[in-house]
Structure formats: structure tokens, C-alpha cells
């Protein structure tokens, strides 16, 4: 199908039921289809959206074009789980049927009050000559599983001084006060966020632009995320627009936090130390984080990006997202681990223990599996490990003790995609690597080190005979200890 304009905003309710039978077959014979992650039944799946606990369960939300791998006409999608780990497809949440939402229900967040799951979220909407113009919506979850819309927008115009570059609201409650950050574009086209507050979530007063030490940080901030951990206050989102500089930035965007002190909400200042990437693989954006009952704050970000093509296009779907993460602060970083409850997804165990001397160990394979390495007395100048691995194919992940840094190089992944960004990611590393873990998926990789002071993300796109799992040493010794979990 050619993409026009016409095609990517048909509404899925106008396409006959041959049709969706027909891509959705496609898409379920793709050789890349994932199995623990959450991925869209058809089509294409980007931001999630209205990540929250209500009524006994957690609810994920996400961006849905459903007739092709492209951005087209967005619905919000919804699935829920009791446990982090299974979740269930429940269907469109979000339909853009109203004028305020007439060319996409784009991204936003959940809050839960009065046993109702308030879904804060920007409605697109074009003029007959294509200029967009956002309106910030409404919509309620009850405990039945009924969605409704408010009838009008509760933020109607953007404040002056912006362009309508101006959407992804994220609100949280403090003191019986609601407020909301939403992503926004000076007229000077650079990005910053603004603060809105309310008493009742329907009806929202400007207070202002946040302050930051960042004036000139990008063309936009996307998907805005303002939060608290051991007092300190913590500011995600995803900038456009920033060059590459050593090893940062060589994204096409990046995702990434400023960690502070608490917001003055009064004065408007978050005061700050500098900015930091979330995760330094190929394939992340747009993260969204909630308190989970128990406390914990947690994250869930899109594994992909804008405007790259990948290899499942051609069965007409794209992205995935990832699984989620704990947020923890340390030294004024933000680390991610793995939620313990993906330890459910644990299947049949193998591993092994040896001292590795400057040679490849290989006795290990696998397709879809968590894999724990411990490393201890290094000598050797870089261990490395290979996996999704064959004669011609090979992931690469290598650490280099000389150099202290990390690389992850997808090269020889497989299908090839968006290489204009580069084929490696590297970064430093803050002391020696004692622990590397791997949640490796048809399709995707997500390596945290040292529990997760560095993350990498990435899609790669391998045959699925590349099974081979390969420890290597280069120049001394290294005592690995391994275990690997499958995890279909």
C-alpha cells in the first residue's frame, strides 16, 4: 500500500474485515514476532501511554496506527496484567472520533481518583490546510472497564509564547493538588516543558514554564515526566534535536532525566545537576514511569523511534515496548533494573562456571532468555560476549577493561536498518563490570550492567537458526559464572 496522506488516516472502523483478517495474518507470520514482550496486534505501536495501577491491576496504554507499520491516525491501545509479567489485550481504549481529537488521540497519563483512572492525554487535530492545532483531553476508566471521553477539552489553547508543538500531558497529585507537565516549543523553536495545576483534573490553570539551566537544549521536549525518589525531585523527557557529542547522542532523539531538588512549584525552578541518557542502545524513547502500590517507581519505554524504517514493515507492523524497569537512585544516576516479577518468566535453567584463558567458550544457545554473568578476576584486557550468533550473524557485546567502556555492536545482527545512526553504542563505565544481563527476545536485546547502572535497547533482527551464545577473552584470563534462563 502507498502511505498517502488518505491512507494514514483511515479509521479502522471504515476497513472491512477481510482486510484486518488479511494484515493481521501477515503480521502474525512476520519471523520477528516477539514473545514476553508487549507488541501491537497489527500495525504500528509507539509511546505507551497511562501507565497505572486501578481496580486490583496494571494498566499500559500505547500509541496504535493499526493498518500499517507507519504514524498514521493514533488510537490509544490497552493491556493490562496483575503481575508485570502476562499481560491481556483488551482493545482500543481511545478511538479519535471527537473534533477535539479528529486526527489522533496522542500521548498523555493516568491518575486514579474517585475509583475512577482519569486518561489525561493531547488530541490532534489539522485544518483544511494541514495546521495542527492540540487540545489537552479527558477520559475516565471506571471498575467495569467503560471508557468515557469528557465532551469538551480541559486545556483548549496553547499558552502564548509557544508554537502547537505542544503535547504529552503527565500528572501527578501532591497535598490534594493536581499538576500536569506537558512538552512544549518555545516560539524560538527550542524545547522546554510547562506546569498546569488543578483541583479536580477538568478544569487546569497555566502556572508557567518550568525553569531549568537548559535554554538551548533541542527543538522539542517530548513525553515530559516529573517525579520524587529519596527526596529528590527527577525530570524525564525525550528532547529533539541535540548533536551527537562522544559517545551521547546518535539517536535521531534521545530520551533522558535531569535529577534536582523537589520542583518548586511556586517559583516554577527546577534547580538540577547535568543531563543524562536513560539508555545508551539504539532503540528507546518516550519512557513512561508510575508508583507501583507498593512503592517502587517503575518505567516502561517505547523500543523504538521516529522516522527509521525496520525490517517488520514489510508484514505490516513495527515496535515493541520494553519490559519494565525499577528506578532506583544512586550517586544522583538513575539505575534500572529488571522488575523481580519477570523472574515468573523463568523456564529451564543452564549455565556453567570457568575460568575463560584468552579463548571462546560456546556451549550455550538460545533464542528467547535472560542470561546473568558475573565476572571476577579479570586479568584480560576486554571479555566479550556474542550472541543470536551463527557463521554469518553475531550480537556483540565487549567490554573493554583497558579503556573502561562498554559496546554493543549490531553490525552483523542480521537484517540491516537505520545505519545512517551507526552501527555501535558505547559508553564508559563508572569502575570494573561485575555483572552483565541480557533479555534477549526474537527480535530485541535489553543488556543492564552492573545491575543496572548502564542499559542498552536495541532491536536486532537475526535468522532465526542464529542461536549460538559465545564467551570470549582476548589477552589474559577471566572467572565468568553464568546462568541462563529460557523464557518461552
Not at 232 to 244: A, D, R, T, W, Y
Request: contains cysteine.
Amino acid at each position: 500500500m502507498e502511505w498517502t496522506r488518505e491512507n494514514r488516516y483511515k479509521r479502522i472502523e471504515e476497513v472491512s474485515q477481510e482486510t484486518l483478517s488479511s494484515l493481521k495474518m501477515k503480521v502474525e507470520s512476520c519471523q520477528w514476532r516477539q514473545t514476553f514482550h508487549i507488541q501491537p496486534p497489527t500495525g504500528l505501536l509507539n509511546d505507551p501511554n497511562g501507565f497505572s495501577y486501578f481496580n486490583g491491576e496494571y494498566h499500559l496504554f500505547y500509541q496504535w496506527f493499526p493498518l500499517g507499520p507507519v504514524h498514521g491516525l493514533k488510537y490509544w491501545y490497552h493491556t493490562k496484567s496483575t503481575d508485570l509479567v502476562h499481560w491481556e489485550n483488551v482493545g482500543v481504549a481511545i478511538k479519535p472520533n471527537k473534533e477535539f481529537d479528529s486526527h489522533g488521540a496522542y500521548s498523555g497519563s493516568g491518575i486514579v481518583k474517585d475509583d475512577k483512572l482519569y486518561l489525561m492525554y493531547t488530541g490532534n487535530t489539522r485544518d483544511e490546510n494541514w495546521v495542527r492545532k492540540p487540545y489537552q483531553a479527558m477520559a475516565m476508566l471506571d471498575k467495569e472497564g467503560k471508557i468515557t471521553k469528557y465532551p469538551t477539552p480541559v486545556i483548549s489553547e496553547v499558552p502564548i509564547g509557544y508554537t502547537d508543538h505542544f503535547r504529552d500531558p503527565k500528572v501527578w497529585e501532591l497535598n490534594g493538588t493536581y499538576y500536569a507537565v506537558i512538552g512544549a516549543q518555545r516560539l524560538d523553536e527550542s524545547g522546554c516543558v510547562v506546569l498546569y495545576e488543578s483541583k479536580d483534573l477538568l478544569s487546569w490553570d497555566f502556572l508557567g514554564e518550568v525553569e531549568t539551566d537548559l535554554k538551548q537544549f533541542g527543538y522539542m521536549w517530548e513525553c515530559p515526566d516529573y517525579f520524587e525518589l529519596d527526596d529528590k525531585g527527577i525530570l524525564l523527557f525525550s528532547p529533539q534535536g541535540l548533536e551527537p557529542e562522544g559517545d551521547r547522542y546518535h539517536n535521531i532523539y534521545q530520551s533522558g532525566y535531569l535529577v534536582g531538588e523537589t520542583l518548586d512549584i511556586e517559583q516554577r525552578r527546577f534547580t538540577h545537576k547535568k543531563f543524562h541518557e536513560l539508555d545508551r542502545g539504539f532503540d528507546f524513547y518516550a519512557p513512561q514511569t508510575m508508583k507501583a502500590p507498593d512503592g517502587r517507581r517503575l518505567l516502561v519505554g517505547w523500543m523504538g523511534l521516529p522516522e527509521i524504517e525496520y525490517p517488520t514493515d514489510e508484514n505490516g507492523w513495527a515496535h515493541c515496548l520494553t519490559i519494565p524497569r525499577e528506578l532506583q537512585l544512586k550517586d544522583d544516576r538513575l539505575i534500572q533494573k529488571p522488575v523481580a516479577e519477570l523472574t515468573k518468566s523463568r523456564k529451564e535453567k543452564s549455565g556453567f562456571a570457568k575460568t575463560i584463558h584468552h579463548d571462546v567458550q560456546n556451549e550455550l544457545t538460545g533464542t528467547h532468555f535472560e542470561l546473568i554473568c558475573e565476572l571476577q578476576d579479570m586479568s584480560a584486557a576486554s571479555f566479550g560476549i556474542e550472541f543470536r550468533a551463527s557463521a554469518e550473524e553475531k550480537t556483540v557485546l565487549e567490554y573493554n577493561k583497558e579503556e573502561n567502556k562498554i559496546k554493543l555492536d549490531r553490525s552483523l545482527s542480521g537484517k540491516s536498518f537505520g545505519e545512517e545512526f551507526g552501527t555501535s553504542r558505547s559508553c564508559l563505565i563508572n569502575g570494573d563490570v561485575k555483572k552483565i544481563q541480557l533479555f534477549v527476545d526474537t527480535s530485541s536485546v535489553e543488556i543492564f550492567i552492573n545491575d543496572g547502572e548502564e542499559v542498552f535497547t536495541s532491536r536486532i533482527f537475526p535468522k532465526p537458526e542464529s542461536d549460538e551464545i559465545r564467551f570470549y577473552v582476548n589477552g589474559g584470563h577471566a572467572t565468568v559464572t553464568v546462568e541462563k534462563w529460557d523464557l518461552i
